[in-house]
């Protein structure tokens, strides 16, 4: 199956925004701590001409969910991380054109690659790779992800 392509995963989160924003800014919070600094500079500089900066995060912290949901769902019976997964390796970031899409750092990434191997690259990483599509909308209150996790053969 040279050249072939097929969905393994799909995830959508949805993120009531005023929450999010209440959560956010507790002392503790876990997502102060779950987004890199260049997520949240981003998040700053888009406030300043639409929305507000917890709009921001909010869409990404939904593409983080919905990122989770979509790589989990290939590992069906597998152990997956759970609480101690640390979310700031899943980063939201966006191409020239902006649009985003996710980029995974280590060691996550390679937990990701490894288990996605495994299961379709029948353990050899040049059997194919994972392609990761985001879509982020915010509108009022709510905040969503869509993530479409996508399997390629080479």
Known sequence: MTG???VFGVGIDVVDIPSFAEQLGMPGSRFAESFTGAERRTSARQAQTSGN????????????????KAWTAAEAGDEIPGASMDWSRIEVVKDRWGR???????????????ALTRHFGGGAADNGHAVW??????DGPVAQAFVVGEWRRM
């Open 133 to 138: 599509h985001l879509s982020l909308s915010h």
């Open 4 to 6: 072939s392509s097929f």
């Open 53 to 68: 900066e917890a709009q921001h995060l909010a869409a990404r912290w939904a593409a983080k969910e919905a990122f989770y």
């Open 100 to 114: 985003p899409f996710i980029r995974l750092h280590e060691p996550l990434a390679s937990v990701v690659t490894g």
